[in-house]
């Protein structure tokens, strides 16, 4: 079962794990889930970039300049979650019902995202059965596939749950014109003359 996502975090230098924000997850029987860190609100204001690309999509109440907090009455804020409860989210995302088709990752630029993802969980090494320990790179597959036009990225840049569902839709793109390359293929090898 491929399940494309797409991770938001905070970068604190070398000496400091990488935060998670925000996971997106789509899979490709049509579930999907959306998982914010509760304990990254200060970070994720705080810093220079992500307060002003990632912060508009969170659920995040700035009744004061000084005064920041999550906002009860966002649509998003059901999604926000503390940071112990999100590995089992993730494992059980990536595994129930999933037993005879295990996922398969797909992200964009996923280096950082797969990551994010494992520190979720610990370390690489402590990833539990079923999560995988690679994640396939779907910029790797657009430039061996030149010639298909991936959709425009969502206007809302760095919302992890919607640049998910762009990278399914870019998969998807990308797989049709190799389907078809595939089986135009196997037509030719069809073809016998007398």
Not at 67 to 80: G, L, P
Not at 132 to 144: A, D, N
Not at 164 to 188: G, K, L, Y
Request: proline letters at 7%; one cysteine or more.
């Amino acid at each position: 079962m491929r399940v494309f996502y797409d991770c938001e975090f905070v970068e604190r230098g070398r000496e400091l794990p990488i935060q998670l924000v925000s996971i997106g997850m789509v899979r490709e029987d049509g579930h999907e889930m959306y998982l914010i860190n509760e304990e990254c609100l200060s970070n994720v204001v705080r810093h220079p970039w992500l307060s002003v690309n990632v912060v508009p999509e969170l659920p995040i109440a700035f009744d004061d300049p000084y005064i920041f907090q999550w906002n009860k009455d966002h649509e998003d804020y059901a999604n926000v979650m503390a940071m112990d409860a999100i590995p089992l989210a993730i494992h059980d995302f990536l595994t129930v019902g999933l037993e005879l088709d295990p996922a398969e990752l797909w992200a964009w630029y996923g280096a950082y995202d797969h990551v994010v993802l494992c520190q979720t969980f610990g370390s690489m090494a402590e990833l539990p059965p079923g999560v995988p320990m690679f994640t396939h790179e779907l910029k790797q597959l657009s430039e061996e596939h030149p010639q298909v036009v991936l959709p425009p990225q969502p206007i809302r840049r760095h919302n992890a749950m919607h640049d998910a569902r762009w990278v399914q839709e870019a998969f998807r793109r990308i797989n049709d014109v190799r389907n078809v390359r595939t089986i135009s293929n196997e037509v030719e090898a069809e073809v016998v003359e007398d």
